[in-house]
């Protein structure tokens, strides 16, 4: 009976770990795991006039939302309340607990400037829709030389 024998591949080994490791992190039961996508989603749409921005925002109060906006940045913040509907009692334990509470924040850049003064948000039924009007294009002034 012959053994067939293979050599040892530190890399194949280190790959078969990641493999184990990834496959551990992404089970349920895993209670540290972070969310490794940006909270708030967020499309981008741009057009002539401006911008316009939507956020998905499940199962937050309107009043608990903070947007900020500057010539050229968006900064979206606030945090979902833990007694939402059909929220366990203080007596009774998670099953299973796929969302969260804590506070976020998301700052966005612009691809062009905006007038902040101009600019307006609507929240209706989890999606937070942001307005973004362009500033208007400056016109290069001439300057006049004169001579000394």
């Not at 194949?12 to 969310?35: A, F, K, S």
């Not at 969260?100 to 850049?109: A, D, G, I």
Request: some cysteine.
């Amino acid at each position: 009976m012959s053994r067939t024998r293979t050599a040892w591949n530190p890399w194949r080994e280190m790959n078969r770990l990641r493999q184990e490791l990834d496959q551990l992190t992404r089970g349920e039961w895993w209670p540290n795991v972070r969310r490794t996508t940006a909270f708030p989603a967020m499309n981008a749409h741009e057009s002539e006039m401006g911008l316009t921005l939507t956020a998905e925002l499940p199962g937050i109060d309107a009043s608990k939302l903070d947007v900020h906006v500057d010539k050229d940045s968006v900064t979206i913040a606030g945090q979902r309340a833990e007694t939402a509907p059909g929220a366990t009692a203080k007596d009774e334990q998670y099953v299973r607990r796929e969302r969260w509470f804590e506070p976020f924040r998301r700052s966005v850049e612009l691809p062009f400037d905006v007038d902040p003064d101009k600019c307006e948000a609507v929240y209706e039924k989890g999606l937070l829709t942001l307005k973004l009007e362009r500033v208007a294009e400056q016109e290069p002034k001439k300057l006049t030389i004169k001579a000394g």
